[in-house]
């Protein structure tokens, strides 16, 4: 309850940052990267400190405008969201850097354009990784979700436009869920804050409308997530989406939905709710496990970085859902982990495609022989985000898992359980197929080329090498310090 | 028991992975390349040694970094098991790199900077194995370990080590993502720790008998570097790398780590105490067993003098797991001492190998006869090597033997005691042969070697050091195998 | 049988939302041309607000401006205003709130249409995809 600013600042900072983007974009384009950097520095200094205040002090409950909830729109700050605010704010001013060079490359003519609606969907997602209010959610959700069907629609000119409007389609359904789940909450409750809902909802657990808002909204949220079979909207939108697109999209949105489906479970319905009256975690767990093992699966099929790690993103999605429907603290705990894990290793794998896209013009497999003397260091970074997707320790992946596992374990749900394992299984014949194709250069397929006289060293800028450096040592020190997050963060988080 | 809390153990570790950007950053330079590993090697074993005198004392050294979950944390802890099989790794290291110089010049092998790296870091994982103090911690360095030797196997980058090398994964990271990782959690979601003890983590009756073999069986077979069959195809398959890698990671790092890992299981999360109560050594023993004698049946059919040697580690290192498995304090005792009696004998076996490929080219046992008169000393070494093999004196591998028997006497199984005589004369069936026919060969007149006087032609200095060093001590340590044997004792309170 | 007509009689608002968003629903989901596609998001969306807005509605209710409220009452008023009197403002609100996310969704819905149709020269689905195979081949 600290008059603190830094909440507000949180979101006004790219917000004003976009606006100006918008308008430098028509006058001097030079000015639109600073201003981006300047606006996203403040977003991540501020969620930084955000941290820090909750890490002293508690939950911040920032009131917009002064108005007191329950009717006006509340901030509301607590350890978790400190953490999910704290790594998307720093994942998109990662990507920032990293993606300069590119922008100013390839999509030169849009420049101010890029940098306005990057902004945009940065502010939407620290928005509803930051706000207290159901409909306010929705709200900045669809914020992000415009900024993100523009970002897409300006990759690859064949096909990202229609990848983009089949997105569209679906992620109107899912938010029209979302939102007649919010509309059956306030029927019955009056209400639209998390906090006050929360303490309302226990007297008429019973109700069916209760069950039907809860419905909708987990619709609405996996629908979103792309939780399997509701995903057939993200591989194509986020593999024909342009490369600084995708790796800011691909880490946080699903992610970051996730965390709203955890805040819906955690703050708004509360864990009585859904695991003693209603008797579908069974199935969910089910439905994870499945998703787990079909997009490894499918990812097994392609032929392409970037695909295959839209498909791994799927198969990502299983292990977060899986983990929090366990109903235990062990597994929700994972799942949390998972969030920041997967976000930072996505991003990373992401960030080495983006640095062997921009030499090579694509990543497919066929183009990648002999890439690893070709681009020692990106092929290092990439080989750490392989490793901590499959989960080798001391890489982050490792540790999130770990909790996964025990939480199944725990839980009984040895189904889950094998899918972990199995999904680790696939995850290393991904990574290590890319990784022989890459360490032996097979001759007679150069020379058809002819442009392929001998591996040279031909890497990335060094603007995209210390992103991706950066983002591979938070690997590592993720994982090793993941007992240290879950020890000041989550559990005290989830009491 | 004394805890000394240092930073040694952890420096011990790392200094083979912080020389790995020196190694990069030098690598027009060779020289000056391989006077750092060289110096990393001797800073490492100097840092081991240093360790010694504490452990000897019964003090372990014990440093915890980070704590992952309560009971779960990366630590490290130095014992008498640890010590002993750091020490070996550390010093053929040295050895090693010694040889690798001559192996790698003399055959102008490419890529040399990648080699010498991932080599340092694989050394680095093996130690950091052997100074684990919980299972998380051996699991963390096991993997790294595996990811690390995979450039080192696929050296060679064409066809052949591309299938190796695919082979080589889909067995150690298939078992140990596939059985190692569930069975280590389930353990740990059921006693809440990881840590190893010498009376182990489980509380009487927390798991059922036939939960706890499964359990056991996934422990033994998912470490899939000790080579127990089915899960030993890896081993003959590596043997493309060159000839450094196999002799000191496919004798004695790669491996060694694996049996190491099974005995820290037994020893430490399952406890002698319990498995002997509940009669699950014996499972292990039979296994350990058809290995034995399998592997050395394969071996003798073996042409290729690289692969009858896989096919002999793999019968071996399951002589490490039968003494273990006896259950006996004489069995574990000859046991882990084989670890540094077959480390020895092994690798001055491969160093001959690799001696003979660089000075000749030749890889077939077939094509070796009368080569004994050209290469008096790596021959001479390759009769020693064989007998600390065999185990019989004046080598160390004796010793092993001897105990592992002794430990077959104390458990009254008998049957595991044809079964290591029976092997102990397949063994000399596959190796002496090649001595024999080496020095005398059946038939004279091919070409040149026909002339009475043979000009000596051995292979360069760099490669005939090491194997000659690498006998010796093989030989010494029949006279001293003290060190050893209290540095079991101390770790295992016998 | 009979339960069933009751039902649906007292809560027609809720039972036009449903037909009006699988209206919606089924033209995005079974039409091939993608600007209907588009005209069935619309009309799933205009379901979800209608459906807010009749949930303010309250029976012998008026808009909710309150008289005299400022000036001359000197908080008399205050004591006079019953809720039920009042519809519920706050769905209404926030349907404006959606009804301008949904217009920017159909504005860059629509936009995407073009791109696609000056790409494609067509906007049916399935001669798009047809494209692409025959590009890929």
Known sequence: ?495 | MDQIVSIKPLLAVLVSMFVIPVLVSSSRKPNVREAWTFAAGAVKFFLVVSMLPAVLNGKEIVLEMFEIAPGASIAFKVDGLGMLFALVASFLWMITTMYSIGYMRGLDEHGQTRFYSFFALAVSATVGAAFSANLLTLYLFYEILSLATYPLVAHHQDQKSKISGRRYLIFILGTSIGLVLPAMLYCYSVTGTLEFTNQGIFQAGQVSKPAMTVLLLMFVLGFAKAGIMPFHSWLPAAMVAPTPVSALLHAVAVVKVGVFSIVRVMTGIFGIDLLSSMNLGTIVAALASVTIIVGSCIALSQDELKRRLAFSTISQLSYIVLGVALLSPNGILGGVIHIVMHAFGKITLFFCAGAIMVATGKKYISQMEGLGKKMPLTFAAFFVGSLGVIGLPPSGGFYSKWFIILGTLESGQMIFMVVLLLSSFLNAFYFLPIVFKGFFPKNTESGSTAPSFVKIEEAPLCCVVPLTITALISIILFFTPDLFIDLIKTALGI | MSDIIPLIVAKYNYWLYIILMMIGLYAMIAKNNLVKKLVGMNIFQTAIILFYVSIGYKTDATIPIIKNAHGGGHGHAAQTIHAADYINPLPHVLMLTAIVVSVATLGVALALAVKVYQRYQTLEEDEIRMRLTENKS
């Open chain 1, 1 to 495: 309850m600290t008059g603190t600013v830094y909440p507000a600042l949180l979101i006004i900072g790219p917000l004003l940052a976009a606006i100006l983007c918008s308008g430098f974009s028509w006058v001097e384009k030079r000015a639109c990267y600073p201003v981006a950097a300047a606006g996203l520095l403040l977003a991540a200094y501020s969620a930084f400190r955000v941290l820090m205040e909750v890490l002293a002090s508690g939950t911040i409950q920032y009131r917009m405008a002064g108005w007191p909830p329950p009717i006006g729109i509340e901030l509301r700050i607590d350890l978790m969201n400190a953490l999910v605010l704290m790594v998307v704010a720093c994942i998109a001013l990662v990507n920032l850097f990293a993606s300069h060079r590119f922008v100013s490359r390839d999509l030169a003519d849009r420049e101010g354009t890029f940098y306005a609606v990057y902004l945009m969907f940065v502010t939407g997602i620290l928005g509803v990784s930051a706000t207290g209010d159901l409909f306010n959610l929705y709200v900045l959700l669809e914020i992000t979700s415009l900024a993100s069907y523009a970002l897409i629609a300006m990759g690859d000119p064949d096909r990202s436009p229609l990848a983009s409007l089949n997105y569209v389609f679906i992620g109107v359904i899912g938010a029209s869920f979302y939102l007649l789940g919010v509309g059956y909450i306030y029927i019955m409750t009056g209400s639209l804050n998390m906090v006050d809902v929360a303490s309302l909802l226990p007297a008429i657990h019973d109700s069916s409308a209760i069950l039907i808002a809860f419905i909708f909204c987990m619709i609405g949220v996996w629908i979103k997530m792309a939780l399997f079979p509701l995903h057939v909207w993200l591989p194509n939108a986020y593999t024909y989406a342009p490369l600084p697109v995708s790796r800011v999209i691909a880490p946080l949105m699903t992610k970051v939905m996730v965390y709203v489906m955890i805040r819906l479970m955690l703050t708004v319905f509360g864990l009585d709710y859904i695991f003693e009256k209603l008797d579908i975690a069974q199935a969910v767990v089910w439905l994870a496990t499945a998703a787990i093992l079909a997009g490894g699966v499918m990812a097994l099929a392609q032929k392409d970085i970037k695909k295959m790690a839209t498909y791994i993103i799927v198969s990502e999605i299983g292990y977060m859902v899986g983990g929090a429907w366990l109903g235990n603290k062990t597994g929700m705990t994972g799942s949390i982990l998972h969030i920041l894990n997967d976000a930072v290793m996505t991003f990373a794998l992401f960030l080495a495609a983006g640095n062997i896209a921009f030499r090579l013009k694509n990543v497919h497999f066929s183009s990648l022989e002999g890439i690893f003397t070709k681009m020692p260091w990106t092929m290092t970074g990439f080989v750490l985000a392989g490793f901590s997707i499959i989960g080798v320790p001391p890489t982050c992946g490792f540790f999130s898992k770990w909790y996964l596992v025990i939480g199944g374990i725990e839980a009984g749900a040895y189904h889950f359980v094998a899918a972990l394992i199995i999904s680790s299984l696939i995850c290393a014949v991904l990574f290590f197929r890319i990784f022989e194709i890459g360490f032996f250069s097979d001759d007679s397929h150069g020379h058809g080329h002819g442009h392929s006289a001998g591996p040279e060293m031909a890497e990335a800028p060094i603007s995209m090498l210390i992103p991706l450096g950066i983002t591979s040592l938070f690997l590592i020190g993720l994982g090793l310090y993941s007992g240290v997050i879950v020890n000041r963060i989550i559990h005290p988080f989830l009491g």
